[in-house]
């Protein structure tokens, strides 16, 4: 999910909501950042400093497909 904030007089925010189910590293996740920052800066025109990542890691037994967890 992506939302551009926008106050009178101010840059446009990018905030990226990430959802993903736990077991990645950190590792991982700074890549990712780094990446979607990239792809943000790049497509939108946002400044790099504006760009704001949110990554929830769920539980798998909190995450069901087809009336399965994944647990």
């Known amino acids: 999910m992506l939302k551009l ?9 990018p905030i990226v909501h990430i959802e993903l189910l736990e ?3 950190q590792e991982q996740k700074d890549h990712l ?15 790099r400093e504006n760009v704001h990542i ?7 037994g909190n ?6 967890t994944k647990k």
């Open 33 to 47: 950042v780094k990446d979607v920052t990239e792809a943000i800066v790049k497509n939108t025109g946002a400044q």
């Open 5 to 13: 904030i926008k106050k009178e007089n101010e840059a446009k925010m």
């Open 23 to 25: 077991g990645r590293t």
């Open 54 to 60: 949110v990554i929830h890691d769920m539980e798998k």
């Open 63 to 68: 995450y069901a497909v087809g009336g399965v």
